[in-house]
T-cell receptor, first 113, second 115 residues
Framework: DADVTQTPRNRITKTGKRIMLECSQT?????MYWYRQDPGLGLRLIYY???????NKGEISDGYSVSRQAQAKFSLSLESAIPNQTALYFC????????????FGPGTRLTVL | AQSVAQPEDQVNVAEGNPLTVKCTYS??????LFWYVQYPNRGLQFLLK??????LVKGSYGFEAEFNKSQTSFHLKKPSALVSDSALYFC?????????????FGPGTRLSVLP
């Protein structure tokens, strides 16, 4: 969805390096999410934010941190990358409400050597 | 805990034939169920959802899904498959108790439509 953009789209890095993945959205949503996708495991939630001042850990937050710089921007950082963080990372946004769907960015493919 | 299963890693179907991608769920209370599709090098796109009401839900691109409470299933269907339907399909359910009532996703089913 072009309304949710992620940079970079691909990144190769080395063990121990700090990496930042960025997400921007023009949908005007307050809620933003970071997931990682691994083959056969579906998507797992890393962090979520319901507004600029509300940031929460998800299912697999260890080794990750986030920053919500504005309503439209939500960044994910890997403080010291390790090979098992090699995955496809997705940002998503949504309106409030249990019946609402999420809108996903195109993903960042991260490889940690 | 809320969970979703997609029993088939891969589904192959010939173009023009009907397709079914299976999903079963385990939740406490009434389920809020969703299907998403992921095309190559793209993010997930919403297809359809069941919240309440009619058990047959219609969505984007000619897809539909049937909610079956007794079988705890929410199978995705399409009467006539297209080669362009080849993609990775995810079933998801709202987790009312964890992580801000976010989604729990199934592992995904890869659909291949053969010409």
């Amino acid at each position: 969805d072009a309304d949710v953009t992620q940079t970079p789209r691909n990144r190769i890095t080395k063990t121990g390096k700090r990496i930042m993945l960025e997400c921007s959205q023009t949908k005007g949503h307050d809620r933003m999410y970071w997931y990682r996708q691994d083959p056969g495991l579906g998507l797992r939630l890393i962090y979520y934010s319901f507004d600029v001042k509300d940031i929460n850990k998800g299912e697999i937050s260890d080794g990750y941190s986030v920053s919500r710089q504005a309503q439209a921007k939500f960044s994910l950082s890997l403080e010291s990358a390790i090979p098992n963080q090699t995955a496809l990372y997705f940002c998503a946004t949504s309106d409030p409400g249990l019946a609402t769907e999420q809108f996903f960015g195109p993903g960042t493919r991260l490889t940690v050597l | 805990a809320q969970s979703v299963a997609q029993p088939e890693d891969q589904v192959n179907v010939a173009e023009g034939n009907p397709l079914t991608v299976k999903c079963t769920y385990s939740v406490s209370g009434n389920p809020y169920l969703f299907w998403y599709v992921q095309y190559p090098n793209r993010g997930l796109q919403f297809l359809l959802k069941y919240i309440t009401g009619d058990n047959l839900v219609k969505g984007s691109y000619g897809f539909e899904a049937e909610f079956n409470k007794s079988q705890t299933s929410f199978h995705l269907k399409k009467p006539s498959a297209l080669v362009s339907d080849s993609a990775l399909y995810f079933c998801a359910v709202r987790d009312f108790y964890n992580y801000g009532q976010n989604f729990v996703f199934g592992p995904g089913t890869r659909l291949s439509v053969l010409p």
